[in-house]
């Protein structure tokens, strides 16, 4: 077999192998919003939540899980196209070359966290679609790097693969269709991502299987996007179909609140409306993670609510001006309560290591999780809790005149409360019972 990618089928993926440029190329930019504020304030909250939707930006994980996929697409190439001459036995052989099963791989996080997003990501790093000559052959040969199955809730499986193998015979007879067509168009992966879709079905778990194990049947390279409430179903499956479906999981966590990740991460996001958001990535990231428990999701919903938050009760300060105080608002308002549900048990659970509601399995990974990467933001989002609640054991037993001049400084600020701890000057009178009443209701706010 030819190691090296000097064929068309694997020098397409070269410039891949370099992780800057798969960087350089899945980097989705913002492109700043100007004159916001004049409009209403529901059509601006749906300008910017769509912006918002739009930037990416393609962390270390993201990086190294995107190049993983590259590399798996380049080593297929490898195996099975070695030149123009055994490219074109395959093409004339009534069975597919491929290998008869590729079990398929799942890339599994918490909702929200970016794995449709990864996958957006992998579409536009990919090479476009292209041909390949072999002579004497007159006719040239199509090109592509990824196929994607569309899953929706009123598809059958048949209906599924019906793009891949065609609408006639049996399922087996489109696979046995997409297996040929797979290799004489050169592809290289194939990506399957919504099945939250069949996950609303009565016969959910037998679709989702079934479905999964004819992806690996068609000889490819093949990856699934799974929120973790699709894993418990396939949990349950007969054990030759945890082996086959469960065999290659990777975990996709939040970005730890210290880390140069999450704060580009913000940083991309605010760059959205940068005159608008006066907050800090650096400084205030720490803080703003613990508002969204590192979901990124969640973290763009918070700068929308934040934005009608001090469009709407400070309507006569001009041009609007949103500060870690609004986003604070944002996090405690009506509007988040259901990400802030989420929040508060994400994040006990990664400073714990255990589940704490059972209930909520979609909040848990039942296959456990990568240990340096969950050791890692565990150790940061507990650090962070425990100077969050350093500061409000120095507020609680502050003095009157020490809250009021804390307060002027963060109306200088133009902030609300931060993660900084405030040196106090030391006092000889010790806490009493009602401030430290006061501070143990306190421990579970943000």
């Known amino acids: ?74 080593g297929h190439c490898l195996q099975h196209y070695a030149d123009a001459r055994t490219y074109m036995d395959g093409i004339y052989r009534k069975d597919s070359p491929l290998p008869e099963f590729v079990p398929p791989a799942c890339l599994t996080g918490l909702a929200g966290v970016g794995k449709s997003c ?80 069949l ?12 479905t999964l194990i004819a992806m690996g049947y068609c000889g490819l390279p093949a990856f699934y996007i799974a929120n973790y409430s699709l894993l418990y179903r396939l949990l349950r499956r007969p054990q ?47 803080q703003y993670h613990r508002f969204c428990a590192g979901i990124k999701r969640a973290a763009a919903r918070l700068l929308v609510i934040g934005y009608r938050t001090a469009r709407t009760e400070r309507p006569k300060e001009g041009r609007t001006i949103v500060t870690m105080r609004d986003i604070k608002a944002a996090y405690e308002s009506a509007a988040f309560s259901a990400h802030r549900s989420d929040n508060e048990i994400i994040t006990q659970q990664v400073i714990l290591n255990r589940q704490v509601d059972r209930k909520r399995r979609d909040l848990w990974c039942p296959i456990g999780q990568p240990e340096n990467a969950s050791a890692k933001l565990a150790n940061e989002m507990t650090l962070q809790r425990e100077i969050q609640l350093a500061g409000k054991i120095q507020q609680a037993a502050a003095t009157r005149d020490e809250r009021s001049a804390l307060a002027d400084q963060r109306a200088s600020a133009g902030d609300g409360p931060s993660s900084a701890v405030l040196n106090f000057p030391r006092k000889k009178r010790r806490p009493t019972a009602d401030m430290l009443k006061a501070n143990a209701l306190s421990l579970y706010e943000p």
């Open 1 to 74: 077999m030819n190691q090296t990618p000097d064929t068309p089928w694997a020098a397409r993926f070269r410039s891949l192998l370099d992780k800057e440029e798969i960087r350089r190329q899945a980097n989705m930019a913002a492109t700043p919003l100007v004159s916001l504020d004049a409009l209403p304030v529901d059509a601006a909250c749906v300008i910017l939540a769509r912006e918002l939707k739009q930037v990416f930006y393609p962390t270390t994980q993201v990086v190294d899980i995107l190049h993983s996929l590259i590399e798996r697409a380049l």
């Open 118 to 197: 990864l996958a957006s990501a992998l579409q536009r790093i990919l090479p476009t679609d292209g041909t390949v000559n072999c002579p004497p052959e007159s006719v040239a040969f199509p090109l592509r790097s990824l196929w994607k199955i569309d899953v929706r809730i009123q598809s059958s499986v048949k209906e599924i693969f019906t793009p891949l193998g065609g609408a006639d015979g049996s399922l087996s007879d489109q696979v046995s269709s997409a297996r040929k067509r797979a290799y004489r168009d050169g592809v290289s992966l194939l990506l399957a991502d919504e099945f939250q879709y």
């Open 240 to 286: 030759e179909d945890q082996d086959r479906l469960l065999s290659d999981v990777v975990v996709m966590l939040p970005d730890p609140p210290e880390s140069e990740d999450w704060s580009n991460t913000l940083a991309a996001q605010i760059g959205v409306a940068p005159e608008i958001f006066r907050i800090d990535p650096k400084t205030d990231g720490p």
């Open 199 to 210: 996950t609303a079905s009565a016969e959910a778990n037998t679709r989702i299987a079934q």
